[in-house]
T-cell receptor, first 116, second 111 residues
Framework: ETGVTQTPRHLVMGMTNKKSLKCEQH?????MYWYKQSAKKPLELMFV???????ENNSVPSRFSPECPNSSHLFLHLHTLQPEDSALYLC???????????????FGPGTRLTVL | LAKTTQPISMDSYEGQEVNITCSHN???????ITWYQQFPSQGPRFIIQ???TKVTNEVASLFIPADRKSSTLSLPRVSLSDTAVYYC????????????FGTGTLLAVQP
């Protein structure tokens, strides 16, 4: 596969469940990102990883736990979520962390999460 | 990071040229103007990026006046499949590659 893939594409979970979202990039990029997109709201940056090291955590609740075992994979572990956490979770990657001209981010298709 | 302002929505018809304008009054010297496109239930996709004057690629053109306080994304001869949300962002060159998305412009193309 090419580009950025995310699994699962859809997930329904109860508030007491534990689940994980997976992201994989086949682009040889060094930086990976998690975003959250709630209905009628702009995309919100959650976490930033560069060379497997977390470099940014935008005040995200601890019920969201990211993991980056290598530069190609990024996980978002979920536990005791709330219904307001229902959203589209998007993963993205870029060649490097530092912005430069044409250093675009490549997004995956997202995981549509519903918390009951 | 420079804040951007763009219309919430626009309507167009197939075959027309669409121009979406974005304001970024506080843009800094090393900032680049970047546009992304997002279809429903998909991740955003990079369209075009520029610093000044005009940039053109196979998808769109980007016009940036000399003062760089605004920019215009031009989509030639739109089709129904161009219906999407278009985001204007300002990216700081040499800084952390952090994208701050606004609400974007929902372009609805009618037949």
């Amino acid at each position: 596969e090419t580009g950025v893939t995310q699994t699962p594409r859809h997930l329904v979970m109860g508030m007491t469940n534990k689940k994980s979202l997976k992201c994989e990039q086949h682009l040889g990029h060094n930086a990976m990102y998690w975003y959250k997109q709630s209905a009628k709201k702009p995309l919100e940056l959650m976490f930033v990883y560069s060379l497997e090291e977390r470099v940014e955590n935008n005040s995200v609740p601890s019920r969201f736990s990211p993991e980056c075992p290598n530069s190609s994979h990024l996980f978002l572990h979920l536990h005791t979520l709330q219904p307001e956490d229902s959203a589209l979770y998007l993963c993205a990657s870029s060649q490097d962390l530092l912005a430069a001209i044409y250093n675009e981010q490549f997004f995956g298709p997202g995981t549509r999460l519903t918390v009951l | 990071l420079a804040k951007t302002t763009q219309p919430i929505s626009m309507d167009s018809y197939e075959g027309q040229e669409v121009n979406i304008t974005c304001s970024h009054n506080n843009i800094a010297t090393n900032d680049y103007i970047t546009w992304y496109q997002q279809f429903p239930s998909q991740g955003p996709r990079f369209i075009i990026q520029g610093y000044k004057t005009k940039v053109t690629n196979e998808v769109a053109s980007l016009f940036i006046p000399a003062d760089r306080k605004s920019s215009t994304l031009s989509l030639p001869r739109v089709s129904l499949s161009d219906t999407a949300v278009y985001y204007c962002l300002v990216v700081s060159g040499g800084a952390t590659n952090k994208l701050i998305f606004g609400t974007g412009t929902l372009l609805a193309v009618q037949p």
